[in-house]
């Protein structure tokens, strides 16, 4: 089973700072990988597929990058909306599998 | 829009069954394949199983594989999971998902989401 490690688990930033999200999976998935933002009480919602790719009317301050075993989700400037808890999920093989979330709050 | 509504969560004790079913609308569901999602409480996000839009196929967590089966009804629109001899640790929101294009689950993300069902296995 492919496992996906998230860091940090928490992330404490500053309304309009920037945020990077770390994801690793431990083998190589290309760039079948997705972001995933959910938010209390909220179905998660797709952000980013393919590594690179927004999702219809994601902003254009969420950006992914990375290929293979490594992967970043950055946030230019926080905007109150964006916290949240973030997940990475590989789509390379079964069974499909999540990292264990990383938690952006207000710092 | 997509919409998909579940329903059938409840309080079930450890070893009994309970089945959970996702209604779904705005798109044309036979040719989209479809998921089902858990969280645990508190937890994190675990994918539980899909099925290919025309049923070809299906894959499982392991965890589940011999107690939950995933089935749909095209004609219906609409996508089951029997969930048999629960444990304790099936306790958690189950949410329905459509996978992101049409025909193949395979390289596929997970898309659209409805807002869950809750099961609780307690004795």
């Known amino acids: 089973e492919m496992v996906m490690t998230q860091s940090p688990v928490t992330l404490s930033v500053s309304p309009g700072d920037r945020a990077t999200l770390s994801c690793r999976a431990s083998?190589?998935?290309?760039?079948?990988l997705a972001w995933y933002q959910q938010k209390p009480g909220q179905a998660p919602r797709l952000l980013i597929y393919?590594?690179?790719t927004r999702a219809t009317g994601v902003p254009p301050r969420f950006s992914g990058s990375g290929s293979g075993t490594e992967f970043t989700l950055t946030i230019s400037s926080l905007q109150s909306e964006d916290f949240a808890v973030y997940y990475c999920?590989?789509?390379?093989?079964?069974?499909?599998?999540f990292g264990q979330g990383t938690k952006v709050e207000i710092k | 829009q997509v919409q998909l509504v579940e329903s059938g969560g409840g309080v079930v004790h450890p070893g009994g069954s309970l089945r959970l079913s996702c209604a779904a609308s705005?798109?044309?569901?036979?040719?989209?394949?479809m998921h089902w999602v858990r969280q645990a409480p508190g937890k994190g996000l675990e994918w539980v199983a899909v099925?290919?839009?025309?049923?070809?196929?299906?894959y499982y967590v392991d965890s589940v594989k011999g107690r939950f089966t995933i089935s749909r009804d095209n004609s219906n629109y609409k996508l089951d999971l029997q969930m048999n001899n629960l444990r304790a640790e099936d306790t958690g929101i189950y949410f329905c998902?459509?996978?992101?294009?049409?025909?193949?689950?395979?390289?596929?993300?997970?898309?659209?989401w409805g807002q869950g069902t809750l099961v609780t296995v307690s004795s």
């Open positions: 998902v459509r996978d992101f294009s049409r025909f193949s689950s395979h390289w596929q993300p997970l898309d659209s």
């Open positions: 705005g798109f044309t569901f036979s040719t989209y394949g």
């Open positions: 099925i290919w839009y025309d049923e070809s196929d299906k």
């Open positions: 083998q190589s998935i290309s760039r079948n």
């Open positions: 393919g590594a690179t």
């Open positions: 999920q590989q789509y390379n093989d079964w069974p499909r599998t």
